[in-house]
């Protein structure tokens, strides 16, 4: 399956991510939407955190597949990444945001928004916040895709949310520490899935215990169509070559070109799948300049072409995305 994680962190060095795990900065709010409507929300400085509290939506960024919110989904979305948000039963076509008038939401910046004056479908909590682990780096600087992780009911991660929500409108003393403390909770819970969540986000915390080569990797990961080279990556980092060889093949089991290749395979998939790119487009956002280059290259780790591939995908997308009505009200009362 083309998602799946290549690499998983291991329980010692979760444990101690988790233990230096930090929340140096939080603002949420409850954006509460109705039925048919859409809201856009403008790029952020920092990290953005989406959480659906009741309901069933999309979340739609350029160039991915339409994220799919039911109740208890979890969306962490990198910096910096334009968004529109509907309250829709089925993905729509992505609005261009900041167009047609929209008037461009910044999460956080208000403790409720209520969008549409019909009944309420989707209810969630949207913010902005900064996490840091070890030295005070950012966990989610460099994060390259939305990380997607749906939880249930058992996990009360709605109470949590909810009560930091609260905690931000009182403004009482102490607001900072509690409504930080409240989201750490979340990020915490998210961190534990590393060790069973079949989704490729797990890998983003795999390496974090040397700092280079998780720059590394996130370098490759965040810019795939770069013509990146053992020497550039190496450089990047501060590493000389041989021993940016040496730990990258410890940390991976691979070389660094070799995993490239993968990498740019596996975005090559999520692209097609996403349907918002043509072949040559994909080509060229996987480093590839030559479209027969790249479908001799995607045959090789997918057994099929580019165009059959989207075509699967978007059969496989289309009978997923078809809600029951049992589905929708068990959705709604939840």
């Known amino acids: 399956m083309a998602g799946e994680p290549f690499w998983r962190i291991s329980r010692q060095d979760l444990d101690k991510l988790m233990t230096t795990l930090d929340v140096t900065f939080v603002r949420l709010s409850q954006c509460v939407l109705a039925t048919g409507t859409h809201l856009a929300v403008a790029c952020a400085d920092a990290t953005t955190i989406h959480y659906c509290l009741r309901g069933v939506g999309f979340i739609l960024l ?79 600087a460099s994060l390259a895709t939305p990380i997607v992780e749906t939880f249930d009911v058992h996990d009360q991660l709605d109470q949590v949310i909810a009560c930091a929500i609260a905690e931000l409108a009182a403004q009482d003393v102490g607001v900072g520490p509690m409504s930080a403390a409240l989201l750490k909770l979340v990020l915490l819970a998210l961190l534990r899935r590393c060790l069973v969540s079949t989704k490729a986000w797990v890998e983003r915390f795999a390496i974090l215990s040397d700092p ?15 013509p990146h080279t053992v020497q550039s990556l190496s450089q990047a980092v501060g590493l000389s070559r041989s021993a940016f060889m040496a730990r990258f093949s410890t940390a991976f089991g691979e070389a660094p070109m070799s995993l490239l290749r993968r990498l740019r395979m596996r975005l090559a998939a999520d692209l097609l799948s996403a349907n918002a790119l043509s072949i040559d487009q994909v080509a060229l956002n996987v480093g590839y300049q030559s479209r027969s280059s790249f479908t001799r290259s995607f045959r090789r780790y997918y057994g099929s072409d580019p165009s059959e591939y989207r075509s699967k995908a978007q059969s496989a997308w289309s009978s997923r995305a078809a809600p029951t009505e049992d589905a929708i009200e068990q959705s709604d009362a939840a």
């Not at 910096?79 to 609005?95: C, D, F, S, Y």
């Not at 280079?212 to 770069?226: D, H, Q, T, V, Y």
């Open 62 to 140: 350029e160039g991915e597949t339409p994220i799919r919110l039911t109740p208890h989904t979890l969306v962490i979305v990198p910096p910096g990444r334009a968004m529109t948000i509907v309250a829709t039963e089925r993905p729509t076509a992505l609005r261009k945001v900041g167009k047609g008038g929209d008037c461009l939401f910044v999460p956080g910046s208000t403790y409720r928004h209520t969008i549409g004056d019909g009944e309420p479908t989707l209810v969630l909590a949207c913010g902005m916040f900064r996490a840091t682990y070890g030295p005070a780096l950012d966990l989610f």
């Open 212 to 226: 280079p080569i998780a720059r590394a990797f996130a370098e490759m990961a965040s810019r795939p169509s770069f």
